[in-house]
T-cell receptor, first 112, second 116 residues
C-alpha cells in the first residue's frame, strides 16, 4: 500500500517569512496530491491540490511542487500571516483506490 | 451549502461502553468516508460508502467497529465495546465522485472520542 511521510511535524516562522512542508510517497501509481489545512477547532479544508501531470501549481501565496521521479511533493507558503497558523496535511491517492493516504501533519505557527 | 456535520463533537466514555458517531454528508454526495486520527499520527482511512453500500472497509480495525448508511443518507459508526486504543478524532468526509479520481473530499469537524 501507499505510505506518505511528512516533515517537519512542527514549524515556527516569523510573520512575512516563507514556510515549506515536504511529503514523500511510496506508490508510483499515486497521481493526485491534495493539501488540507485544519485550523484549531475547525474542519480540515482543501487549500490546494496537484495532479501527476503537472509539476507546479500556484494560488496566490500558496504553491505546491511535485517531483514524480523522486516521489515527493511540497507545499510552499510565502509572506506568511498569523492566520496561516494551522495543521497542514498532505495526502496522496490513485485512480484505482477509494481513499486518501495522509501524512502525519505539520503544525505551523506564524509568529507576529 | 451546508457542510458535512458530525455528532457529537466530543464523547468521553468508559472502556467497555458503546458509542455511536453520526455523520451527515453534503446533500447529493453519494460517497461517504470515515477516517480516524490517533494522537499525533496520520489521518487513517476506515471505510468508504457509495450510497448505502460499503465499497471498501479495509481500514476498519476490527469487528468492534460497525458502520452503517441506511438509505444512503447519513451514516453511523458504532464502537462496541470501546477500548482505550480507540481514542482519537473520527472524521467523516463526503464527495460527489470517489476521491481516488481526484475529487475534493469535504470533511466534517470530527468527533473527538476519549475512552477512559
Amino acid at each position: 500500500g501507499e505510505n506518505v511521510e511528512q516533515h517537519p511535524s512542527t514549524l515556527s516562522v516569523q510573520e512575512g517569512d516563507s514556510a515549506v512542508i515536504k511529503c514523500t510517497y511510496s506508490d508510483s501509481a499515486s497521481n493526485y496530491f491534495p493539501w488540507y489545512k485544519q485550523e484549531l477547532g475547525k474542519r480540515p479544508q482543501l487549500i490546494i491540490d496537484i495532479r501527476s501531470n503537472v509539476g507546479e501549481k500556484k494560488d496566490q501565496r500558496i504553491a505546491v511542487t511535485l517531483n514524480k521521479t523522486a516521489k515527493h511533493f511540497s507545499l510552499h507558503i510565502t509572506e506568511t500571516q498569523p492566520e496561516d497558523s494551522a495543521v497542514y496535511f498532505c495526502a496522496a491517492s490513485k485512480n484505482t483506490g477509494n481513499q486518501f493516504y495522509f501524512g502525519t501533519g505539520t503544525s505551523l505557527t506564524v509568529i507576529p | 451549502e451546508a457542510g458535512v456535520t458530525q455528532f457529537p463533537s466530543h464523547s468521553v466514555i468508559e472502556k467497555g461502553q458503546t458509542v455511536t458517531l453520526r455523520c451527515d454528508p453534503i446533500s447529493g454526495h453519494d460517497n461517504l468516508y470515515w477516517y480516524r486520527r490517533v494522537m499525533g499520527k496520520e489521518i487513517k482511512f476506515l471505510l468508504h460508502f457509495v450510497k448505502e453500500s460499503k465499497q471498501d472497509e479495509s481500514g476498519m480495525p476490527n469487528n468492534r467497529f460497525l458502520a452503517e448508511r441506511t438509505g444512503g443518507t447519513y451514516s453511523t459508526l458504532k464502537v462496541q465495546p470501546a477500548e482505550l486504543e480507540d481514542s482519537g478524532v473520527y472524521f467523516c468526509a463526503s464527495s460527489q465522485a470517489p476521491t481516488g479520481v481526484g475529487t475534493e473530499a469535504f470533511f466534517g469537524q470530527g468527533t473527538r472520542l476519549t475512552v477512559v
